[in-house]
């Protein structure tokens, strides 16, 4: 993994310090997680999403409504 050195405002980085230790997290993920989603993020994640919104567009699914049939009316019986 590579370094970087950032130069910040004290006050700035005084608050994004206590903002991160308020989440249970760091600095460094903060700013790796700030660069994966400023990047397109995670592609895992990426290819969720896509799929999300693929199964929403589609019309397989039984809707809002619910199922409308009864598995008698699938087998004529």
């Known amino acids: 993994m590579a370094n970087v050195t950032l130069k910040l405002d004290d006050d700035l980085l005084r608050r994004a310090r206590i903002r991160a230790l308020e989440q249970g997290t760091s600095m460094n993920a903060v700013i790796r997680r700030f660069l994966e989603d400023f990047t ?17 567009e589609t019309r397989t699914g039984s809707g809002p409504e619910g199922r409308t049939w009864s598995r008698a009316d699938l087998h004529d019986r």
């Open 40 to 56: 397109g993020g995670d592609v895992r994640a990426q290819g969720l999403r896509r799929f999300l919104d693929l199964a929403g």
